[in-house]
């Protein structure tokens, strides 16, 4: 009796609103056609695709795309290529924007934070192509600036972009410079909204500066800390396609090649769809996995997960 | 209070350093594109413009491809901006209002997609199956809805007073209503974030044209770009004249450190004024709700 009537007042509200579900309509179909519909199509990398009998009439062959992958040396050569660019951009990229965001907050002088802080932020707003083709000018072992003052300190002109070594620290670094003033934004604010009264009371007891920004500043900002480095660990194996395939030559490939180029290289040039396809669905399995667990931990640990 | 001292002295060289190492590069990429190409092959520019020249805007504007590219990023722009932001707010708006029935299976399809996602063959084949393969929409649509910006909106709309909506049922307007006369009006900010999201978004990134698009008189600047930027990077060994090469070189150098600045331009012209609505939107974002 009671479902009944709980059901009965859910459906008086359905029905109440059904102008809302008019308004959602455009937009949960296009999440079905551009989000689902690819989702289901997914099976493929569960099959033998051949293109004249279609996604779902082709047989199915299991698991053996996942056994290629982690069995040739271009599969695990792409995991752990993916994987050494995400730990060295987390481990060398997480504490910059930390640093950067106290040190703007620790600066007085209203024009020069305001001006610093314009120019940090700036590059981010550059396309990933200028950024690359940038890279390529700047970094050029003749004429490039960078080598030219290099060789002005008495160094020896480095071909940044053609060393198969020097990739990571080339992707690496290039991604501090365009997003460091960005991710210091969110640490600003919440450096911002660090209580004023704790600030007093630690200058107050004699604090010095540096003992107020461990003792209060970095405690004020550690949810905020806490949930970026979640959110970053989540994303340990997307590391994006377009600057590392706009980076990429024959020279640098061994140690270049991603999941996310793999993918469109076997896919897309090669045109073997099921394949790319099962690296693909791999990529977003460990994605799911990594997230989840990520916020399960953050949320134990300090309260402050994604959801 | 000596080491006090040093930790404030070592925050403001980390601050300058950065400032200008990410300073640096982009001034000289601008006085390099006004130098002659002489200049810029022998090594004479540090931060002014030497011999200046305009020589490699003149190629630029000349340039039909650039050109090309250039309207069609426009368009691109302007017309995935529109979409992304109408189905952003339709969507956004039914998920803020508390008696919403399903509204936590909506959220769920939506958050969905932000954890897992078919993947770049199963994508392309539907984009393909809808014969959007070289038209417009395969760069418009496939990324129109991010789920981040459904959930900017979403908390906006929830920060609206509630008596809003209460004053509207007593004057008896409809939920249609409400959205479209009462609680629009009241969402330039959020609009005007989102859509600065997605255009942004969408001027810079070359992927789907890349994957989507074949036919040259389509492609956006991004594309034409890195045909430029960084495509061009091989003829050059095929000059056997030395004296030749190195103006040629000069040249093709000089036209891309042109090219760089003609394309962020636009970009970084706006900025100052959109900086501050980039930031609220990413305060917004970061509220849970």
Known sequence: ?307 | MKTDVLFQGFLQAFMWFWAIVILYPLIYVFSASFSSPHAVVSGQVWLWPVEPTFKAYEAIFNNPQIMIGFRNSLIYTALGTVISVVLTLLLAFPLSRPRFVGRGFFTWMLVFTMLFSGGLIPTYMVIKGLGMLNTWWAIVLPSALSAWNVFIARTYFKSLPEELYEASTIDGISDLGHFFRIVLPLSTPIVAVIALFSAVGLWNSYFNALIYLSNDTLFPLQIVLRNILILGNIDISMVQNFDAMVRKQGLSDLLKYAVIVVASVPVLLFYPLIQRYFVRGMMIGSIKG
């Not at chain 1, 994987?83 to 951009?89: A, H, K, N, P, R």
């Not at chain 1, 600036?145 to 020896?156: P, T, V």
């Not at chain 1, 290039?174 to 003033?181: A, C, E, R, T």
């Open chain 1, 1 to 307: 009796m009671v479902n009944n009537t709980l059901s009965g007042t859910r459906w008086k509200l359905v029905k109440r609103h059904w102008q809302l579900y008019l308004l959602i309509a455009l937009p949960i179909l296009w999440l079905i056609i551009f989000c689902y519909v690819p989702m289901y199509g997914v099976q493929l990398a569960f099959k033998k695709y051949s293109i004249s009998k279609g996604i779902f009439e082709s047989p199915w062959i299991g698991f053996r795309y996942f056994e290629i992958l982690f069995t040739t040396p271009s599969g695990l050569m792409v995991i752990t290529n993916t994987l050494i660019l995400s730990f060295y951009s987390l481990i060398a990229g997480f504490p910059l924007p930390i640093i950067l965001a106290i040190a703007l907050n620790e600066t007085r002088n209203r024009l020069v934070r305001k001006s610093i802080q314009m120019i940090t932020y700036a590059p981010y707003f550059i396309s990933t192509v200028v950024l690359v083709g940038l890279m390529f000018q700047v970094l050029d072992p003749r004429l490039g600036i960078f080598n030219r003052i290099f060789e002005l300190l008495g160094g020896k002109p480095i071909n940044f972009m053609g060393d198969p070594n020097l990739f990571s620290s080339v992707y690496v670094w290039s991604g501090i410079w365009q997003g460091m003033g960005y991710s210091a934004v969110i640490y600003l604010a919440a450096l911002a909204a660090v209580s004023p009264e704790l600030q007093e009371a630690a200058r107050i007891d004699g604090c010095t500066r540096f003992q107020r920004i461990w003792h209060v500043d970095l405690p004020g900002i550690l949810p905020t800390i806490i949930t970026l480095l979640v959110l970053n660990f989540g994303f340990v194996m997307s590391v994006g396609f377009e600057k590392v395939y706009l980076m990429q030559n024959p020279l640098n490939l061994q140690s270049s090649e991603i999941i996310a180029t793999y993918v469109y290289k076997v896919g897309l040039i090669n045109a073997d769809f099921a394949f790319s396809t099962a690296i693909g669905l791999f990529n977003s399995v460990v994605n799911v996995i990594l997230l989840l667990t990520a916020n399960q931990i953050a949320r134990r640990t300090s309260d402050s997960g994604l959801w």
